[in-house]
């Protein structure tokens, strides 16, 4: 992801309640939805390993399991792009959260390591085309070697498998945020902000961190033309983009009158100028008929007056053979 995009994405996800909906809405396992989510610790998501190499993941949790205080780990990634080696990267980070786990003395007993759910959360438009094991990277052989082959899959959750229907069905953090990103219309915008002020009511610091990251995902949507200032709440985020949406439309329709008005001008000029090539042609006609048969009748006049472009050129090319002003029209007897 864009360096600010993964920022925005990590402050939404500092929040534990984007990951308690983002497991309870999105990762079908009843074992997990069992959990306390009350219990969610965020933990470090930079190392250092060994090789005094720095390395970072985007999001880590913990959550306790059981009477006893055993942890389960939470690792995030996000995503805008599919990467045909994110299984690899999945098993660095897995790699280097145990290596900090075993620094820190955060192993269960008989040195049992804790587990960890690895989520890559991806919210491009392309379907993901990933492997999302590692084990699938790396061709078959037979033998011994197959035993030790390393295995570890990561979960999946590609935000554009779900429909803005089957998102709108959810009282869930997490699927107003995914909403949000892919918005049906500016009111679908402003429905959500508002629920979200209801659901949120009484967490004034999440109400703030998604105003933040709201403004960020339509200033990145618009390619930061859209003109918004800085909001610390969705209150006035709401009153702020109603007001934009407003100038917008009143904008919009005024570009679309002064098109139309532009379009017609340009309209008019072009029939006006295909009506004098016309009138040329008839009257260049005229005198050629004259020349040839005479003084021509008030009738064959207002025949040519009339007359398309097309009709003054099937005539034209009539003259030249014929050799009376009745062939050149194909008519009875013309004067």
Request: no cysteine; hydrophobic share 45%.
């Amino acid at each position: 992801m864009p360096a600010e995009h993964d920022a925005s994405y990590k402050l939404l996800f500092s929040a534990p309640e984007l990951v308690r909906d983002l497991i309870l809405g999105f990762v079908p396992d009843e074992w997990l939805h069992s959990l306390n989510y009350s219990t969610l610790e965020k933990m470090p998501g930079s190392y250092v390993s060994d090789d005094l190499r720095h390395r970072a993941q985007d999001v880590v949790w913990r959550v306790k399991v059981g009477p006893d205080w055993v942890y389960l780990y939470i690792l995030i990634e996000f995503q805008a792009k599919v990467d045909a080696w994110m299984a690899v990267r999945m098993m660095s980070y897995v790699g280097l959260l145990y290596q900090d786990l075993i620094k820190a003395k955060q192993v269960l007993p008989d040195r049992k390591l804790p587990p960890v759910l690895p989520i890559v959360l991806y919210n491009g438009d392309a379907p993901w085309t990933a492997a999302t094991n590692v084990q699938t990277l790396i061709p078959k052989v037979p033998g011994l070697v197959a035993q030790y082959l390393p295995s570890l899959e990561y979960l999946l959750i590609a935000e554009n498998q779900y429909t803005p229907a089957g998102l709108a069905r959810m009282r869930n953090l997490a699927a107003a945020m995914m909403r949000l990103q892919r918005p049906q219309s500016q009111g679908e915008v402003l429905g959500l902000i508002d629920s979200l002020k209801d659901w949120l009511a009484d967490n004034p610091e999440l109400t703030r961190v998604f105003a933040i990251w709201i403004r960020a995902v339509l200033l990145r949507r618009s390619g930061n033309a859209m003109a918004l200032p800085k909001v610390q709440d969705l209150k006035e985020l709401e009153m702020t983009l109603a007001t934009r949406f407003e100038e917008w439309a009143q904008q919009h329709e005024q570009r679309g009158i002064e098109k139309g008005r532009t379009e017609g001008r340009q309209e008019g000029r072009q029939e006006g100028r295909m009506q004098g090539r016309v009138e040329g042609e008839a009257r260049l006609l005229q005198r050629l008929l004259v020349a040839r048969f005479g003084p021509l009748s008030q009738q064959t006049l207002a025949a040519l007056q009339s007359a398309d472009s097309q009709q003054l050129e099937t005539w034209t090319d009539r003259l030249l053979s014929a050799r009376t002003l009745a062939e050149v029209f194909g008519l009875g007897d013309a004067g």
